[in-house]
């Protein structure tokens, strides 16, 4: 069972950046495909970013297309989400999670998340 600790949120304005960073314990970490989800209050965890067990390849939802890079060290068992030009409506608690790299669907548990806040 894979277990994850996010860091890096924190309060910001819009158009500022910030980069998060999911630790994961268990030797399988370079096996999975890595995703970030985002909660906003009230609202529904959504998908935003993959990436291949490899890093060979990654996906994102339209809404982060070309402000947010995913990437990931497996010799440090991390997974980043890199977040340039952050808006209001990105405020969100942040979760990452092993997937189906095709499905984007969670394979483990949520971890504790890390709050992000962009005022406006």
């Known amino acids: 069972q894979v277990q994850l600790v996010e860091s890096g949120g924190g309060l910001v304005q819009a158009g500022g950046s910030l980069r998060l960073s999911c630790a994961a314990s268990?030797?399988?970490?370079?096996?999975?495909?890595m995703g970030w989800f985002p909660q906003a209050p009230g609202k529904e965890r959504e998908f935003v970013a993959a990436?291949?067990?490899?890093?060979?390849?990654?996906y994102y939802a339209d809404s982060v297309k070309g402000r947010f890079t995913i990437s990931r060290d497996n010799a440090k068992n991390t997974v980043y989400l890199q977040m340039n030009s952050l808006k209001p409506e990105d405020t969100a608690v942040y979760y990452c999670?092993?997937?189906?790299?095709?499905?984007?669907?969670?394979?483990?548990?949520w971890g504790q998340g890390t709050q992000v806040t962009v005022s406006s």
């Open positions: 990436i291949r067990w490899s890093g060979s390849s990654t």
């Open positions: 268990g030797r399988t970490f370079s096996s999975y495909a």
């Open positions: 999670a092993p997937i189906n790299y095709y499905s984007r669907s969670p394979l483990a548990d």
